[in-house]
């Protein structure tokens, strides 16, 4: 089974490569980008038989720092 983790920043949290991408599209000339957020895509290849609490235990402990990020599991 084919798995995307897209995970992205919490609401409040500071994204110094936001802000980097965000000074650079206008820097060439790309106007009309109020905001960047920027955040990461995982994909996984996992056996038919996984399970949710098993998915969601991989995201807790290593894919997510839950402090600072969320993460929503999309099944390709």
Known sequence: MKLR????LK???LD???KAIHKALG???FGGVNDVRAGKLIELDVA?????ATID???????????IENYRVERA
Do not use: F, H, S, W
């Not at 983790?5 to 992205?8: M, N, P, R, S």
């Open 16 to 18: 110094p490569q936001g």
């Open 11 to 13: 609401p409040g949290v």
């Open 57 to 67: 235990a991989m995201c807790r402990q290593l894919l997510a720092n839950t402090v």
């Open 5 to 8: 983790i897209v995970v992205t």
């Open 48 to 52: 038919d038989d996984t399970d949710d």
């Open 27 to 29: 820097g060439l000339g």
